[in-house]
C-alpha cells in the first residue's frame, strides 16, 4: 500500500506539472521525461497512473469539483466510499445516458456527442 500511495502522489506532481504547462501554453516536459526524472521513485505505477487519468480526464471534469473533494476526503480518512459505491456507479452511467453512449469507453471516443 505504501508504494501506491507514493505512486499516487507522484503522479499528482507529474500531472500538476503537464496541466500547468497545457494552461499556460508550454510544456513542462513531456510525461515520460517528468516520470523518469531522478526524483520519481515508482516509475512504472507513476506512468500509468498518469496516463489513466490524463485519458479520462474529460470525463473526470464533469463532476462537480466539490464531489471531487468528498470524495478525495473519504477516500483518504473515511469509509463511505465503499457503501456508496453504488451511487458513483449511478452516476457515471447518467453521464452516459446523458452523452448517449454504452459504455464508458465510449465516452472517450468521438461517439460521444457532448
Not at 507514493?6 to 506532481?13: F, P, T, Y
Not at 471534469?61 to 456508496?84: P, R, S
Amino acid at each position: 500500500m505504501a508504494s501506491r500511495d507514493a505512486a499516487e502522489r507522484e503522479a499528482a506532481g507529474v500531472l500538476r506539472r503537464v496541466l500547468r504547462g497545457d494552461a499556460s501554453r508550454r510544456a513542462a516536459g513531456s510525461i515520460k521525461s517528468l516520470v523518469y526524472s531522478p526524483s520519481v521513485g515508482n516509475k512504472r505505477a507513476t506512468f500509468a497512473l498518469v496516463c489513466q487519468t490524463l485519458k479520462y480526464l474529460p470525463i473526470l471534469k464533469e463532476k462537480q469539483e466539490e464531489l471531487v473533494y468528498v470524495t478525495a476526503y473519504d477516500i483518504l480518512f473515511g469509509q463511505l466510499i465503499v457503501l456508496h459505491k453504488d451511487v458513483l456507479m449511478s452516476a457515471l452511467e447518467k453521464i452516459c445516458v446523458r452523452r448517449k453512449v454504452h459504455s464508458v469507453e465510449d465516452l472517450l471516443s468521438n461517439k460521444s456527442t457532448g
